[in-house]
């Protein structure tokens, strides 16, 4: 079994800078996409960055300019650095390894992050 392990959330007031990690661990596939997304209390859980393979990103409308998502695929590992932070990015956030087979779609924990104004 795969698992996913988040780290990195925390408070933090707005304007701050938070970096999220996530490290697949156990019996891993190869991972096509990672993707971070989050959750905020009462609201649907959105798409807040993806990157591919070769490297390709795409991001939310709400976090272009200020989050950056990386992967390291030697250490099986997905981070999301969050800069200039405002209080609407409070949520927990999930990172997601997807792969090619029918199972291979696997989520972390979630880590909440909380911004103060």
């Known amino acids: 079994q795969v698992q996913l392990v988040e780290s990195g959330g925390g408070l933090v007031e707005a304007g701050g800078s938070l970096r999220l990690s996530c490290a697949a661990s156990?019996?891993?596939?190869?991972?096509?996409?990672w993707s971070w997304f989050r959750q905020a209390p009462g609201k649907q859980r959105e798409l807040v960055a993806l990157i591919g393979s070769a490297g390709a990103t795409n991001y939310g409308d709400s976090v272009k300019g200020r989050f950056t998502i990386s992967r390291d695929n030697a250490k099986n590992s997905v981070y999301l650095q969050m800069n200039s932070l405002k209080p609407e990015d409070t949520a927990v956030y999930y990172c997601?390894?997807?792969?090619?087979?029918?199972?291979?779609?696997?989520w972390g924990q979630g880590t909440q992050v909380t911004v103060s104004s």
């Open positions: 156990g019996s891993i596939f190869s991972i096509n996409v």
């Open positions: 997601n390894a997807l792969g090619r087979g029918r199972n291979d779609d696997v």
